[in-house]
């Protein structure tokens, strides 16, 4: 379909800023006709220059403008925006927080759901938080390079301070792309599906300071393979582990499902709330470990458990948050689809001590049907799903288990909204506001605490 777009490429001319879009641009509309402005804030009157009109997706962006504001960091690294690992660093961090609020009041009230949006809270200092890194490593004008990608695309941006990673995992990757140059290791070319390193992977535990490097290749040795882990571990000494990942397939998944250890140990250990985790490399682990511990007290407080209550923990990754319930609960019930979590999961149970904990592995929704079917009765179920948020049929046999309550750890306020829709149609409301929790700064991305009750 064209669209007669009334702006037109060069022109100038006022608008107010309505709103922002996920990924952070300013959207402002000429006769309905959206206006994407980079860089600009709600609310703001702006004169703007129009640099780009796409006729085809109907939608006009613009790049040049002129107004000041103080939710503006004007002085912002330029090479960060290219890739896309920051997009809301042109954001004062006040401003960011502001944003992750305001985007699940707009969905709630979009859906017409009346409910309360507490503040976020914000951490400290809202950089170098990241405990976990995965950079592509690709050639680059005939060197071998790690970095990020560029915005919307596969070319790598050589990066060696990637700003929101813990410092010493930035160091630790600058020092294995040294010794990948030096062993003369061939980089993947994506386009014909050759060379050897794909990816590196890098993971720092916060209190314990065990590092894991996993080297993601595509074939099952790498050349110098011995000598090149002898290197890695003696230039990094925080390194316990060093884990080989082979992935063949021409793919944009990262990791392939063979891994094997070339030094130190399969884990790396971590604290968090006091209880120590075992954590391999292929298991889901938070990435802001400073905000997780905020996050999982949250959910601890607002479970509101006095030690006799029997808990489903579903989506529970490596038992995390499981275990901070197991201390407050009499039996906690834990379900997760990756079979090394669980490993780890079961692990962790026996580190800390805690003897009233199961846990399955499987698809969740499948899982409560199962529990169901079993009589299980739960007081409190916690649900922590990935982006896509609860299957339908989770929803139904949680609920018609009738549990007093559900806490929704959610890292989608999308599917958050559908999912409560779905819980109100099935008897339970939102008691308290929602509490977004910052766990991701200087990007858009928004995680949020909900608590459901019977009506
Ligand atoms: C957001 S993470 C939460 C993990 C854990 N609660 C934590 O805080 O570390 C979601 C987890 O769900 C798992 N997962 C994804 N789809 C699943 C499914 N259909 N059934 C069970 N687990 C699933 C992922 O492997 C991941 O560990």
Known sequence: MKIKAPVAKNEQLDVKIMDLTYQGLGVAKVDDFPLFIENALPGEEVTVQVTKVQKHYGFARVTKWSVESADRVVDIDKTYRQTGIAPLQHLAYPAQLKFKQHQLEELFNKAHQDVTVAPTLGMANPTQYRNKAQVPVRKVKGQLETGFYRQHSHELIPLTDFYIQDPAIDTAIV????????????????????????????????????????????????????????????????????????????????????????????????????????ISARSFYQVNPQQTEKLYQMAIDKAELTGKETVIDAYCGIG????????????????????????????????????????????????????????????????????????????ESATKMGPKKVVYVSCNPSTLVRDVARFNELGYEIDGPVQPVDQFPQTPHVESVTVLVKK
């Open 175 to 278: 020092k294995v792309r040294d010794l990948l140059r030096q062993f003369e290791i061939p980089a993947y070319d994506e386009i014909n599906d050759k060379g050897v390193i794909r990816n590196v992977m890098v993971r720092r535990g916060y209190y314990s300071h065990e590092m894991m490097i996993v080297l993601i290749s595509r074939q099952q040795k790498i050349p110098s393979q011995a000598q090149l882990v002898d290197q890695i571990h003696k230039a990094l000494p925080e390194v316990t582990s060093i884990i080989l990942n082979v992935n063949a397939k021409k793919t944009n998944v990262i990791m392939g499902n063979v891994t094997r250890v070339l030094y130190g140990k399969p884990t790396i250990e971590d604290e968090l709330l006091g209880l120590t985790f075992a």
């Open 320 to 395: 995390t948050i499981s275990l901070a319930l197991a201390k407050h609960a009499a039996q906690v019930y834990g379900v997760e689809i990756v079979p090394e979590a669980i490993e780890d999961a079961k692990v962790n149970a026996q580190k800390n001590h805690l003897t009233n904990v199961t846990f399955e592995v499987g698809k969740a929704e499948d899982q409560m049907a199962t529990w169901q079917a079993a009589g299980v009765k739960p007081d409190v179920i916690v649900v922590d799903p990935p982006r896509k948020g609860l299957a339908d049929s989770l929803i």
